[in-house]
């Protein structure tokens, strides 16, 4: 049974129901089971699936794959409701985050471990509702304690941080390794200091159009060089990177590679220029049609590993370690603060580059 606390009956959400429709309404704060706790949300990142729902490029895993949903899926918040079976560890008041891949625990591969390929999950934000919203709800088992160091805000990009996590523990860094990381978002940019505190030697970062801010970000964040690979007017552009990088590795070129960005240019670029038993990680996503070259006869005789990293399974203490150790520090990719209000402005801001966003949150 739900403990019934005192509490007003309707919150505010944002309900997106299809592409460009999404309007602020008073809907019911949910009802928890046993088996769920109640929090009140306190930030919620903008994520690229976000702006690709709202823009009709992707589609989201409900039944339809449309809405009413309340999108939003990596947020942080504070207890106010705990189920009877949740009670064992949490209690209101308690500062926590989520996270949005509900598996069910009980399939084969839960059982493994491989709780990122569940078919019986739910994804808060994705395929359940999320926390573009003043109250969100979330399995017990999806709930990790914040720890106290660590900001609302900063605490709300855990999720990617834990997807970050996954993506190196993938890469599988040794001292001193060649790195290098194309894409410098948010992720890109966690990525690097996920790299070097692995014992990375080196650690290139490579942008494209309109990144020179975010290469600047990530040369703050410990990128030992930071390259823009399109834009001639840039000061970071290297016409021939694939050359750079062996000049820089004394014609050994990079021993690990990770994409965190959809496209695939990036993606050919990165088997382009790793080396011998190179690892290459593909992160971002690509579209549902988009197709990769990859020149097999040199990667097998140069025995390199193509790897391939979704979600976070088994990482999440990991990524909140290194939150509150600041191994790894967001504080400079949380771009900007929105109201619940502007969240249409936001997802717009993000998607056009207005005022050099990393990663805005939503602060209900
Ligand atoms: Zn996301
Ligand atoms: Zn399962």
Redesign the pocket.
């Known amino acids: 049974m739900a403990k019934k606390a005192a509490k007003k009956a309707t919150m505010k959400a944002q309900v997106f129901y299809e592409p460009l429709k999404m309007s602020l309404e008073d809907v019911p704060i949910p009802e928890i089971a046993a088996d769920e706790v109640l929090i009140k949300v306190k930030a919620c990142g903008i994520?690229g699936?976000d702006i690709a729902y709202y823009f009709g490029k992707a589609s989201l895993e409900t039944p339809t794959g449309k809405g009413p949903l309340i999108l939003g899926?990596?947020y942080s918040g504070e207890v106010v409701e705990v189920g009877a079976i949740a009670k064992k560890l949490f209690k209101p008041g308690d500062r926590v985050v989520l996270d949005p891949v509900q598996y069910c625990n009980a399939c084969d591969v839960c059982f493994r471990g491989q709780t990122n390929l569940c078919e019986n999950k739910a994804v808060l934000g994705v395929s359940t509702n999320g926390g573009f919203a003043e109250y969100s709800k979330s399995k017990y088992t999806g709930v990790h304690p914040l720890p106290d160091n660590v900001s609302y805000e900063n605490g709300a990009l855990t999720?990617?941080l834990a997807c970050a996590t996954y993506g190196l523990k993938n890469l599988a860094v040794e001292v001193g390794n060649f790195c290098v990381v194309i894409g410098p978002g948010a992720i890109g940019c966690m990525m690097i200091q996920l790299a070097k505190s692995s014992g990375a030697g080196a650690v290139v970062l490579i942008g494209g159009p309109g990144d020179d801010y975010r290469l600047e970000a990530g040369k703050k964040l410990g990128a030992d060089l930071v390259i823009n690979a399109t834009e001639k007017g840039s000061p970071y552009y290297v016409a021939d990177v694939k050359a750079q990088i062996a000049e820089m590795t004394g014609g050994k070129m990079a021993a690990r590679v990770i994409v965190p960005t959809g496209a695939v240019p990036a993606m050919e670029m990165a088997l382009d220029i790793s080396g011998r038993r190179s690892t290459v990680v593909f992160f971002g996503l690509p579209g549902d049609k988009d197709v990769v070259r990859v020149p097999v006869l040199q990667s097998i005789l140069w025995d390199k590993t193509i790897r391939f990293s979704w979600l976070a399974p088994g990482v999440w203490q990991t990524a909140l370690g290194a939150l509150a150790t600041g191994l790894v520090n967001v504080a400079p990719l949380v771009s900007r603060a929105y109201p619940l209000k502007d969240l249409a402005q936001a997802l717009g801001d993000v998607k056009d580059r207005v005022g050099k966003p990393m990663k805005p949150v939503v602060v209900p």
């Open positions: 994520c699936s899926h990596e999720e990617p």
